[in-house]
């Protein structure tokens, strides 16, 4: 009796495990087709971005170099040029020169719009006038986080980005290597190139997806902190844990104030939920910005940072450095009247977390290590366009005429397990949650009672 049960227990297993595998490769396969066109437009332009440095120097030439003299005029004198061209402007920031060959900035508001005046430090002549939204790199930064749509914009680039982790997920499922010996690794990490069109194809596919996928992750995860819904959550949870910032970084007692460092100026993540305090003794004149550089030079900030220059008569000069290297990072405030630094916070205060996110973060936008992170960024990017057109033709060279193409619906069983993953997934990402919710339902209620979906979807 018990050798005739064996090849039934046996043949249940395989079944399960076939049954598995297709529960799998299907939302695998919708995963791909849903959100594959938004992650040809984030690689694409994240890959522009990677270069901003580059790029805008070879752009912006005549307006950010300028020839070395030995008398420079004073960051007011600056600032006074510029209002004198600009009378119906109002300024708001203003960044120093941060190598001896490069020209001063001063931020101004005009007419609703945001505009950076470039101003040789030397000569005191303004060598050109940019509005911020249309400098070329900073539209593919737009597109990048927001798709050019705002807030809608935003959401969807973080559902996008969040079932892109479903497809990692699924991908990894369906590419891991299920056999013993030599064999293992072809078609996962080597691509089989003389076993036929069908095998070199899928393979084409799914060996540069596997090694492509660790850096796919990555830039998920250091891009979502960054995101309007999950990121901002995730900030509100770290802060009220006691991970976002500690209250070391203010003098004297922290204050009661419901105005956000990131309402005011651009901030590293870590800054950003700091409270703006403000300035009281309004009694005495404001400072100038030349008492604020001061400031900045004796308290060993390093140039390439930016003031905001307070518009309220409470208001604070805040410094914001958000350089190339996560540990020269630093968000400070001052009293625009004493001169006292209310709030100084630099990479050193950070705890544990807030220091990998800023790692995080400018190893994604290819700063941290210089021209290899670029490169290296570039290849991922590269690779996310890549994966993506050869699983496009994939599913063109497999699907049947007048079909999607999508594999068979598996038995309920095995769906409910991988509907519980799904689940777990949708609670950490509310809006890949809430997508997760839609497709299941259409694809569990409504394809299987519609013939022409049902024929269409494989179901």
Request: hydrophobic fraction near 45%; glycine fraction near 8%; charged fraction near 20%.
């Amino acid at each position: 009796m018990e050798a005739q049960k064996e090849p039934s227990v046996s043949k249940k297993k395989q079944q399960k495990r076939r049954s598995l595998y297709q529960s799998v490769w299907r939302w695998h396969f919708y995963a791909g087709l849903i959100i594959m066109p938004f992650l040809i437009i984030l690689a694409i332009t994240g890959g522009v971005y990677l270069f901003k440095p580059q790029i805008e120097a070879a752009l912006y030439k005549d307006y950010y170099e300028v020839t070395p003299q030995t008398t420079v005029t004073t960051p007011s004198e600056q600032i006074n040029t510029v209002e004198a061209v600009n009378p119906n402007a109002a300024v708001t920031s203003y960044r120093p020169s941060d190598s001896p060959d490069r020209s001063a900035e001063v931020g101004i508001t005009e007419d609703g719009k945001a505009f950076t005046v470039y101003v040789d430090p030397y000569e005191n002549v303004i060598l050109g006038k940019l509005e911020d939204s249309y400098k070329l790199v900073n539209v593919f930064e737009k597109i990048h986080g927001e798709l050019l749509m705002g807030t809608v914009g935003d959401r969807i680039v973080e559902w996008a980005a969040c079932w892109a982790l479903i497809l990692i997920i699924t991908g990894v499922y369906l590419g891991w290597p299920k056999m013993k010996g030599k064999s293992k690794i072809r078609g996962v990490l080597v691509p089989r190139l003389n076993k036929g069109k069908k095998l070199r194809a899928r393979d084409l596919h799914v060996v540069p997806a596997f090694w492509i996928s660790l850096g796919l992750l990555f830039l998920i995860l250091t891009g979502l902190p960054w995101s309007g819904l999950w990121g901002n959550n995730f900030q509100i949870l770290t802060t009220n844990a006691g991970v976002g910032y500690p209250p070391s970084v203010w003098v004297g007692d922290a204050p009661a104030s419901d105005v956000k460092t990131k309402e005011i100026a651009d901030v590293p993540w870590s800054a950003e939920n700091l409270p703006v305090p403000v300035s009281t003794n309004q009694q005495y004149t404001q400072l100038s910005v030349d008492d604020v550089v001061s400031i900045a030079e004796e308290e060993g900030v390093k140039p390439g940072y930016n003031i905001m220059i307070p518009q309220t008569q409470d208001g604070v000069f805040t410094l914001s450095a958000f350089p190339p290297k996560a540990r020269d990072e630093v968000t400070m405030h001052i009293d625009q009247y004493t001169g006292a630094v209310l709030a100084d916070y630099r990479y050193d205060n950070y705890n544990t977390l807030g220091k990998v996110i800023a790692y995080g973060i400018t190893i994604h936008k290819g700063t941290e290590f210089g021209i290899w992170n670029q490169i290296i960024g570039l290849l991922v990017c590269i690779g996310i366009v890549g994966i993506a057109v050869s699983g496009f033709i994939l599913w063109l060279s497999r699907k049947p005429e007048g079909k999607l193409g999508s594999p068979k619906a598996p038995s309920d069983k095995v769906m409910k397990g991988v509907i519980v993953l799904m689940i777990i997934l949708g609670i950490i990402f509310p809006l890949v949650g809430i997508s997760i919710i839609v497709v299941w339902l259409f694809d569990r209620f409504v394809i299987p009672r519609v013939p022409a979906l049902k024929r269409f979807f494989n179901a």
